[in-house]
């Protein structure tokens, strides 16, 4: 009972000191409203130096929050993503802000025209519990980068690594610049009120609806990151040692629990045995043993391993084949399974797994296979293996998603030169590298007259002589 009003207590503080906190942040914008290139650079260091100093700090509370999180994952797949991407944003910064000339039209002379990328304002950041890090550094590399102030909303299922961060960014930025709130779900939802001038999402498509819902009340501009079930595809003739050690590589990261896994795989009917096979050897040389492996991450908390294993569940009462891979759990260690016979009717193949469990679907031809993807809604990724060229642009041609890895998976999202995003139910907008800086900027257009006014041959009144030939010349 204590311990519930305590959490009432905090939810409620958290909750009352989100408008005034905006405020603050609203006003320091507005008293420095284009913050200068050195500005951002120094901030951007700081960053990359707390960071850098508090490695082995990061990794154990984010592993304190999963109950097991690999420390080589987080290293590879939060610290090592987080600081290049703000070495690659410092390097890059002074090319961005720089002004764009545009072409003005004839008709229009003498004039210039250039586009000037401004900050936003006021910048909210929602951040998922699965890479605590690595989504809450990456916008805030491009929000800072633009010039922007910004609020990150750390989740509530991941407390050590907010609380951490929270800590680690207070002694870098005072909390008008950059802020960290914590508080459970009744926090974030009164964070996605708040009239922010852009606001980044990511998580599930069924909260991101919730989230759009939000900010379309105050007009907020969003990115939403969302997910789906990213297909990978084996194609008719790709060695099946490659294919299924690079999409194990992608399902086995944080234990599946990433936005752009491989959610089901695409085999040639004449093929599944072999695949089966060759996964299963990889996984289990990956994993030698599940107990007390270091490198074997548990799932995030009881409440998502409970949805997993009600996934089993419901595709073995439906007639789904189930192929663990280790032979007992331990705790929320949970074994990587393999699902045969698998149909549209189960939960596994409705649902974004997020988890170690890895449909297989058959099919005949590409075509087929192309099809069966194009039925759905459109992915965050797809993922496809062949080395058949003719066959790639195949692919990419005849299929949408947010981004593609060809003989890979993964490794696109780690590309600091690529945007990320999704299209359709798996997000929209994109950040990343240049796209990150665009999307929290505004370009303003601007359209610039000396004293010289050749505009005045069109003034009214109308029908002059010269007017009739600037209509003969021009409107055609």
Wanted: charged share 20%.
């Amino acid at each position: 009972m204590l311990a519930d009003i305590a959490y009432l207590d905090q939810t409620r503080l958290e909750t009352e000191r989100l408008q005034p906190l905006f405020e603050r942040q609203r006003s320091a914008f507005q008293a420095n409203p284009s913050p200068l290139a050195e500005d951002r650079l120094q901030w951007l260091e700081a960053l990359h130096d707390i960071l850098a100093s508090n490695q082995q700090a990061l990794i154990d509370a984010i592993s304190q929050d999963f109950g097991n999180r690999s420390a080589d994952e987080t290293r590879l797949a939060e610290i090592m993503p987080s600081l290049h991407g703000i070495r690659y944003a410092k390097h890059h910064l002074r090319k961005w802000m720089k002004p764009s000339r545009r072409r003005v039209g004839m008709a229009f002379q003498p004039a210039s025209a250039r586009v000037v990328y401004q900050p936003l304002g006021v910048v909210g950041v929602i951040v998922p519990w699965n890479y605590p890090l690595y989504l809450a550094i990456g916008p805030l590399v491009g929000a800072l980068a633009a010039g922007n102030r910004v609020m990150l909303k750390l989740s509530e299922s991941t407390p050590a690594t907010g609380l951490l961060l929270k800590s680690l960014l207070a002694q870098i930025f005072p909390e008008d610049q950059v802020a960290v709130v914590l508080g459970e779900a009744d926090v974030g939802i009164t964070f996605s009120r708040l009239p922010f001038d852009h606001l980044l999402f990511t998580g599930s498509t069924s909260v991101g609806r919730h989230v759009m819902r939000a900010a379309a009340e105050n007009l907020t501009p969003v990115t939403l990151e969302l997910g789906g079930k990213s297909p990978a595809i084996v194609s008719k003739d790709v060695p099946l040692t490659d294919a299924a050690e690079r999409i194990a590589f992608g399902k086995t990261l944080n234990a599946g629990q990433t936005c752009v896994a491989p959610d089901y795989v695409l085999v040639p009917k004449n093929r599944v045995d072999g695949f089966v096979e060759a996964y299963r050897g990889v996984v289990r040389r990956f994993y030698p043993q599940l107990a007390d492996n270091p490198d074997y991450t548990s799932i995030i908390n009881q409440r998502q391993h409970v949805r997993l294993r009600s996934y089993l569940d419901d595709a073995q009462a439906k007639g789904a084949q189930v192929l663990p891979l280790f032979d007992q759990a331990q705790e929320r260690r949970m074994p990587h399974y393999l699902l045969l016979d698998v149909n549209d009717d189960m939960q596994v193949m409705q649902d974004e797994i997020f988890g170690p469990l890895l449909p297989i679907v058959p099919y005949d031809d590409i075509e087929q296979a192309l099809a069966y993807v194009n039925a759905r809604p459109r992915p965050l990724a797809l993922y496809y293996f062949g080395y058949d060229k003719a066959e790639q642009r195949r692919v990419l041609r005849h299929t949408h998603s947010g981004g593609v890895c060809l003989n890979d998976t993964l490794l696109h999202v780690a590309q600091d030169d690529l945007p990320f995003g999704g299209v359709g139910p798996s997000g929209m907008g994109h950040y990343h590298g240049h796209e990150g800086f665009l999307t929290f900027s505004k370009a303003k257009s601007v359209f610039i007259k000396q004293r010289l006014n050749a505009a005045r041959l069109i003034y009214p009144p109308y029908g002059k002589p010269l007017q009739k030939l600037i209509y003969k010349l021009f409107v055609r």
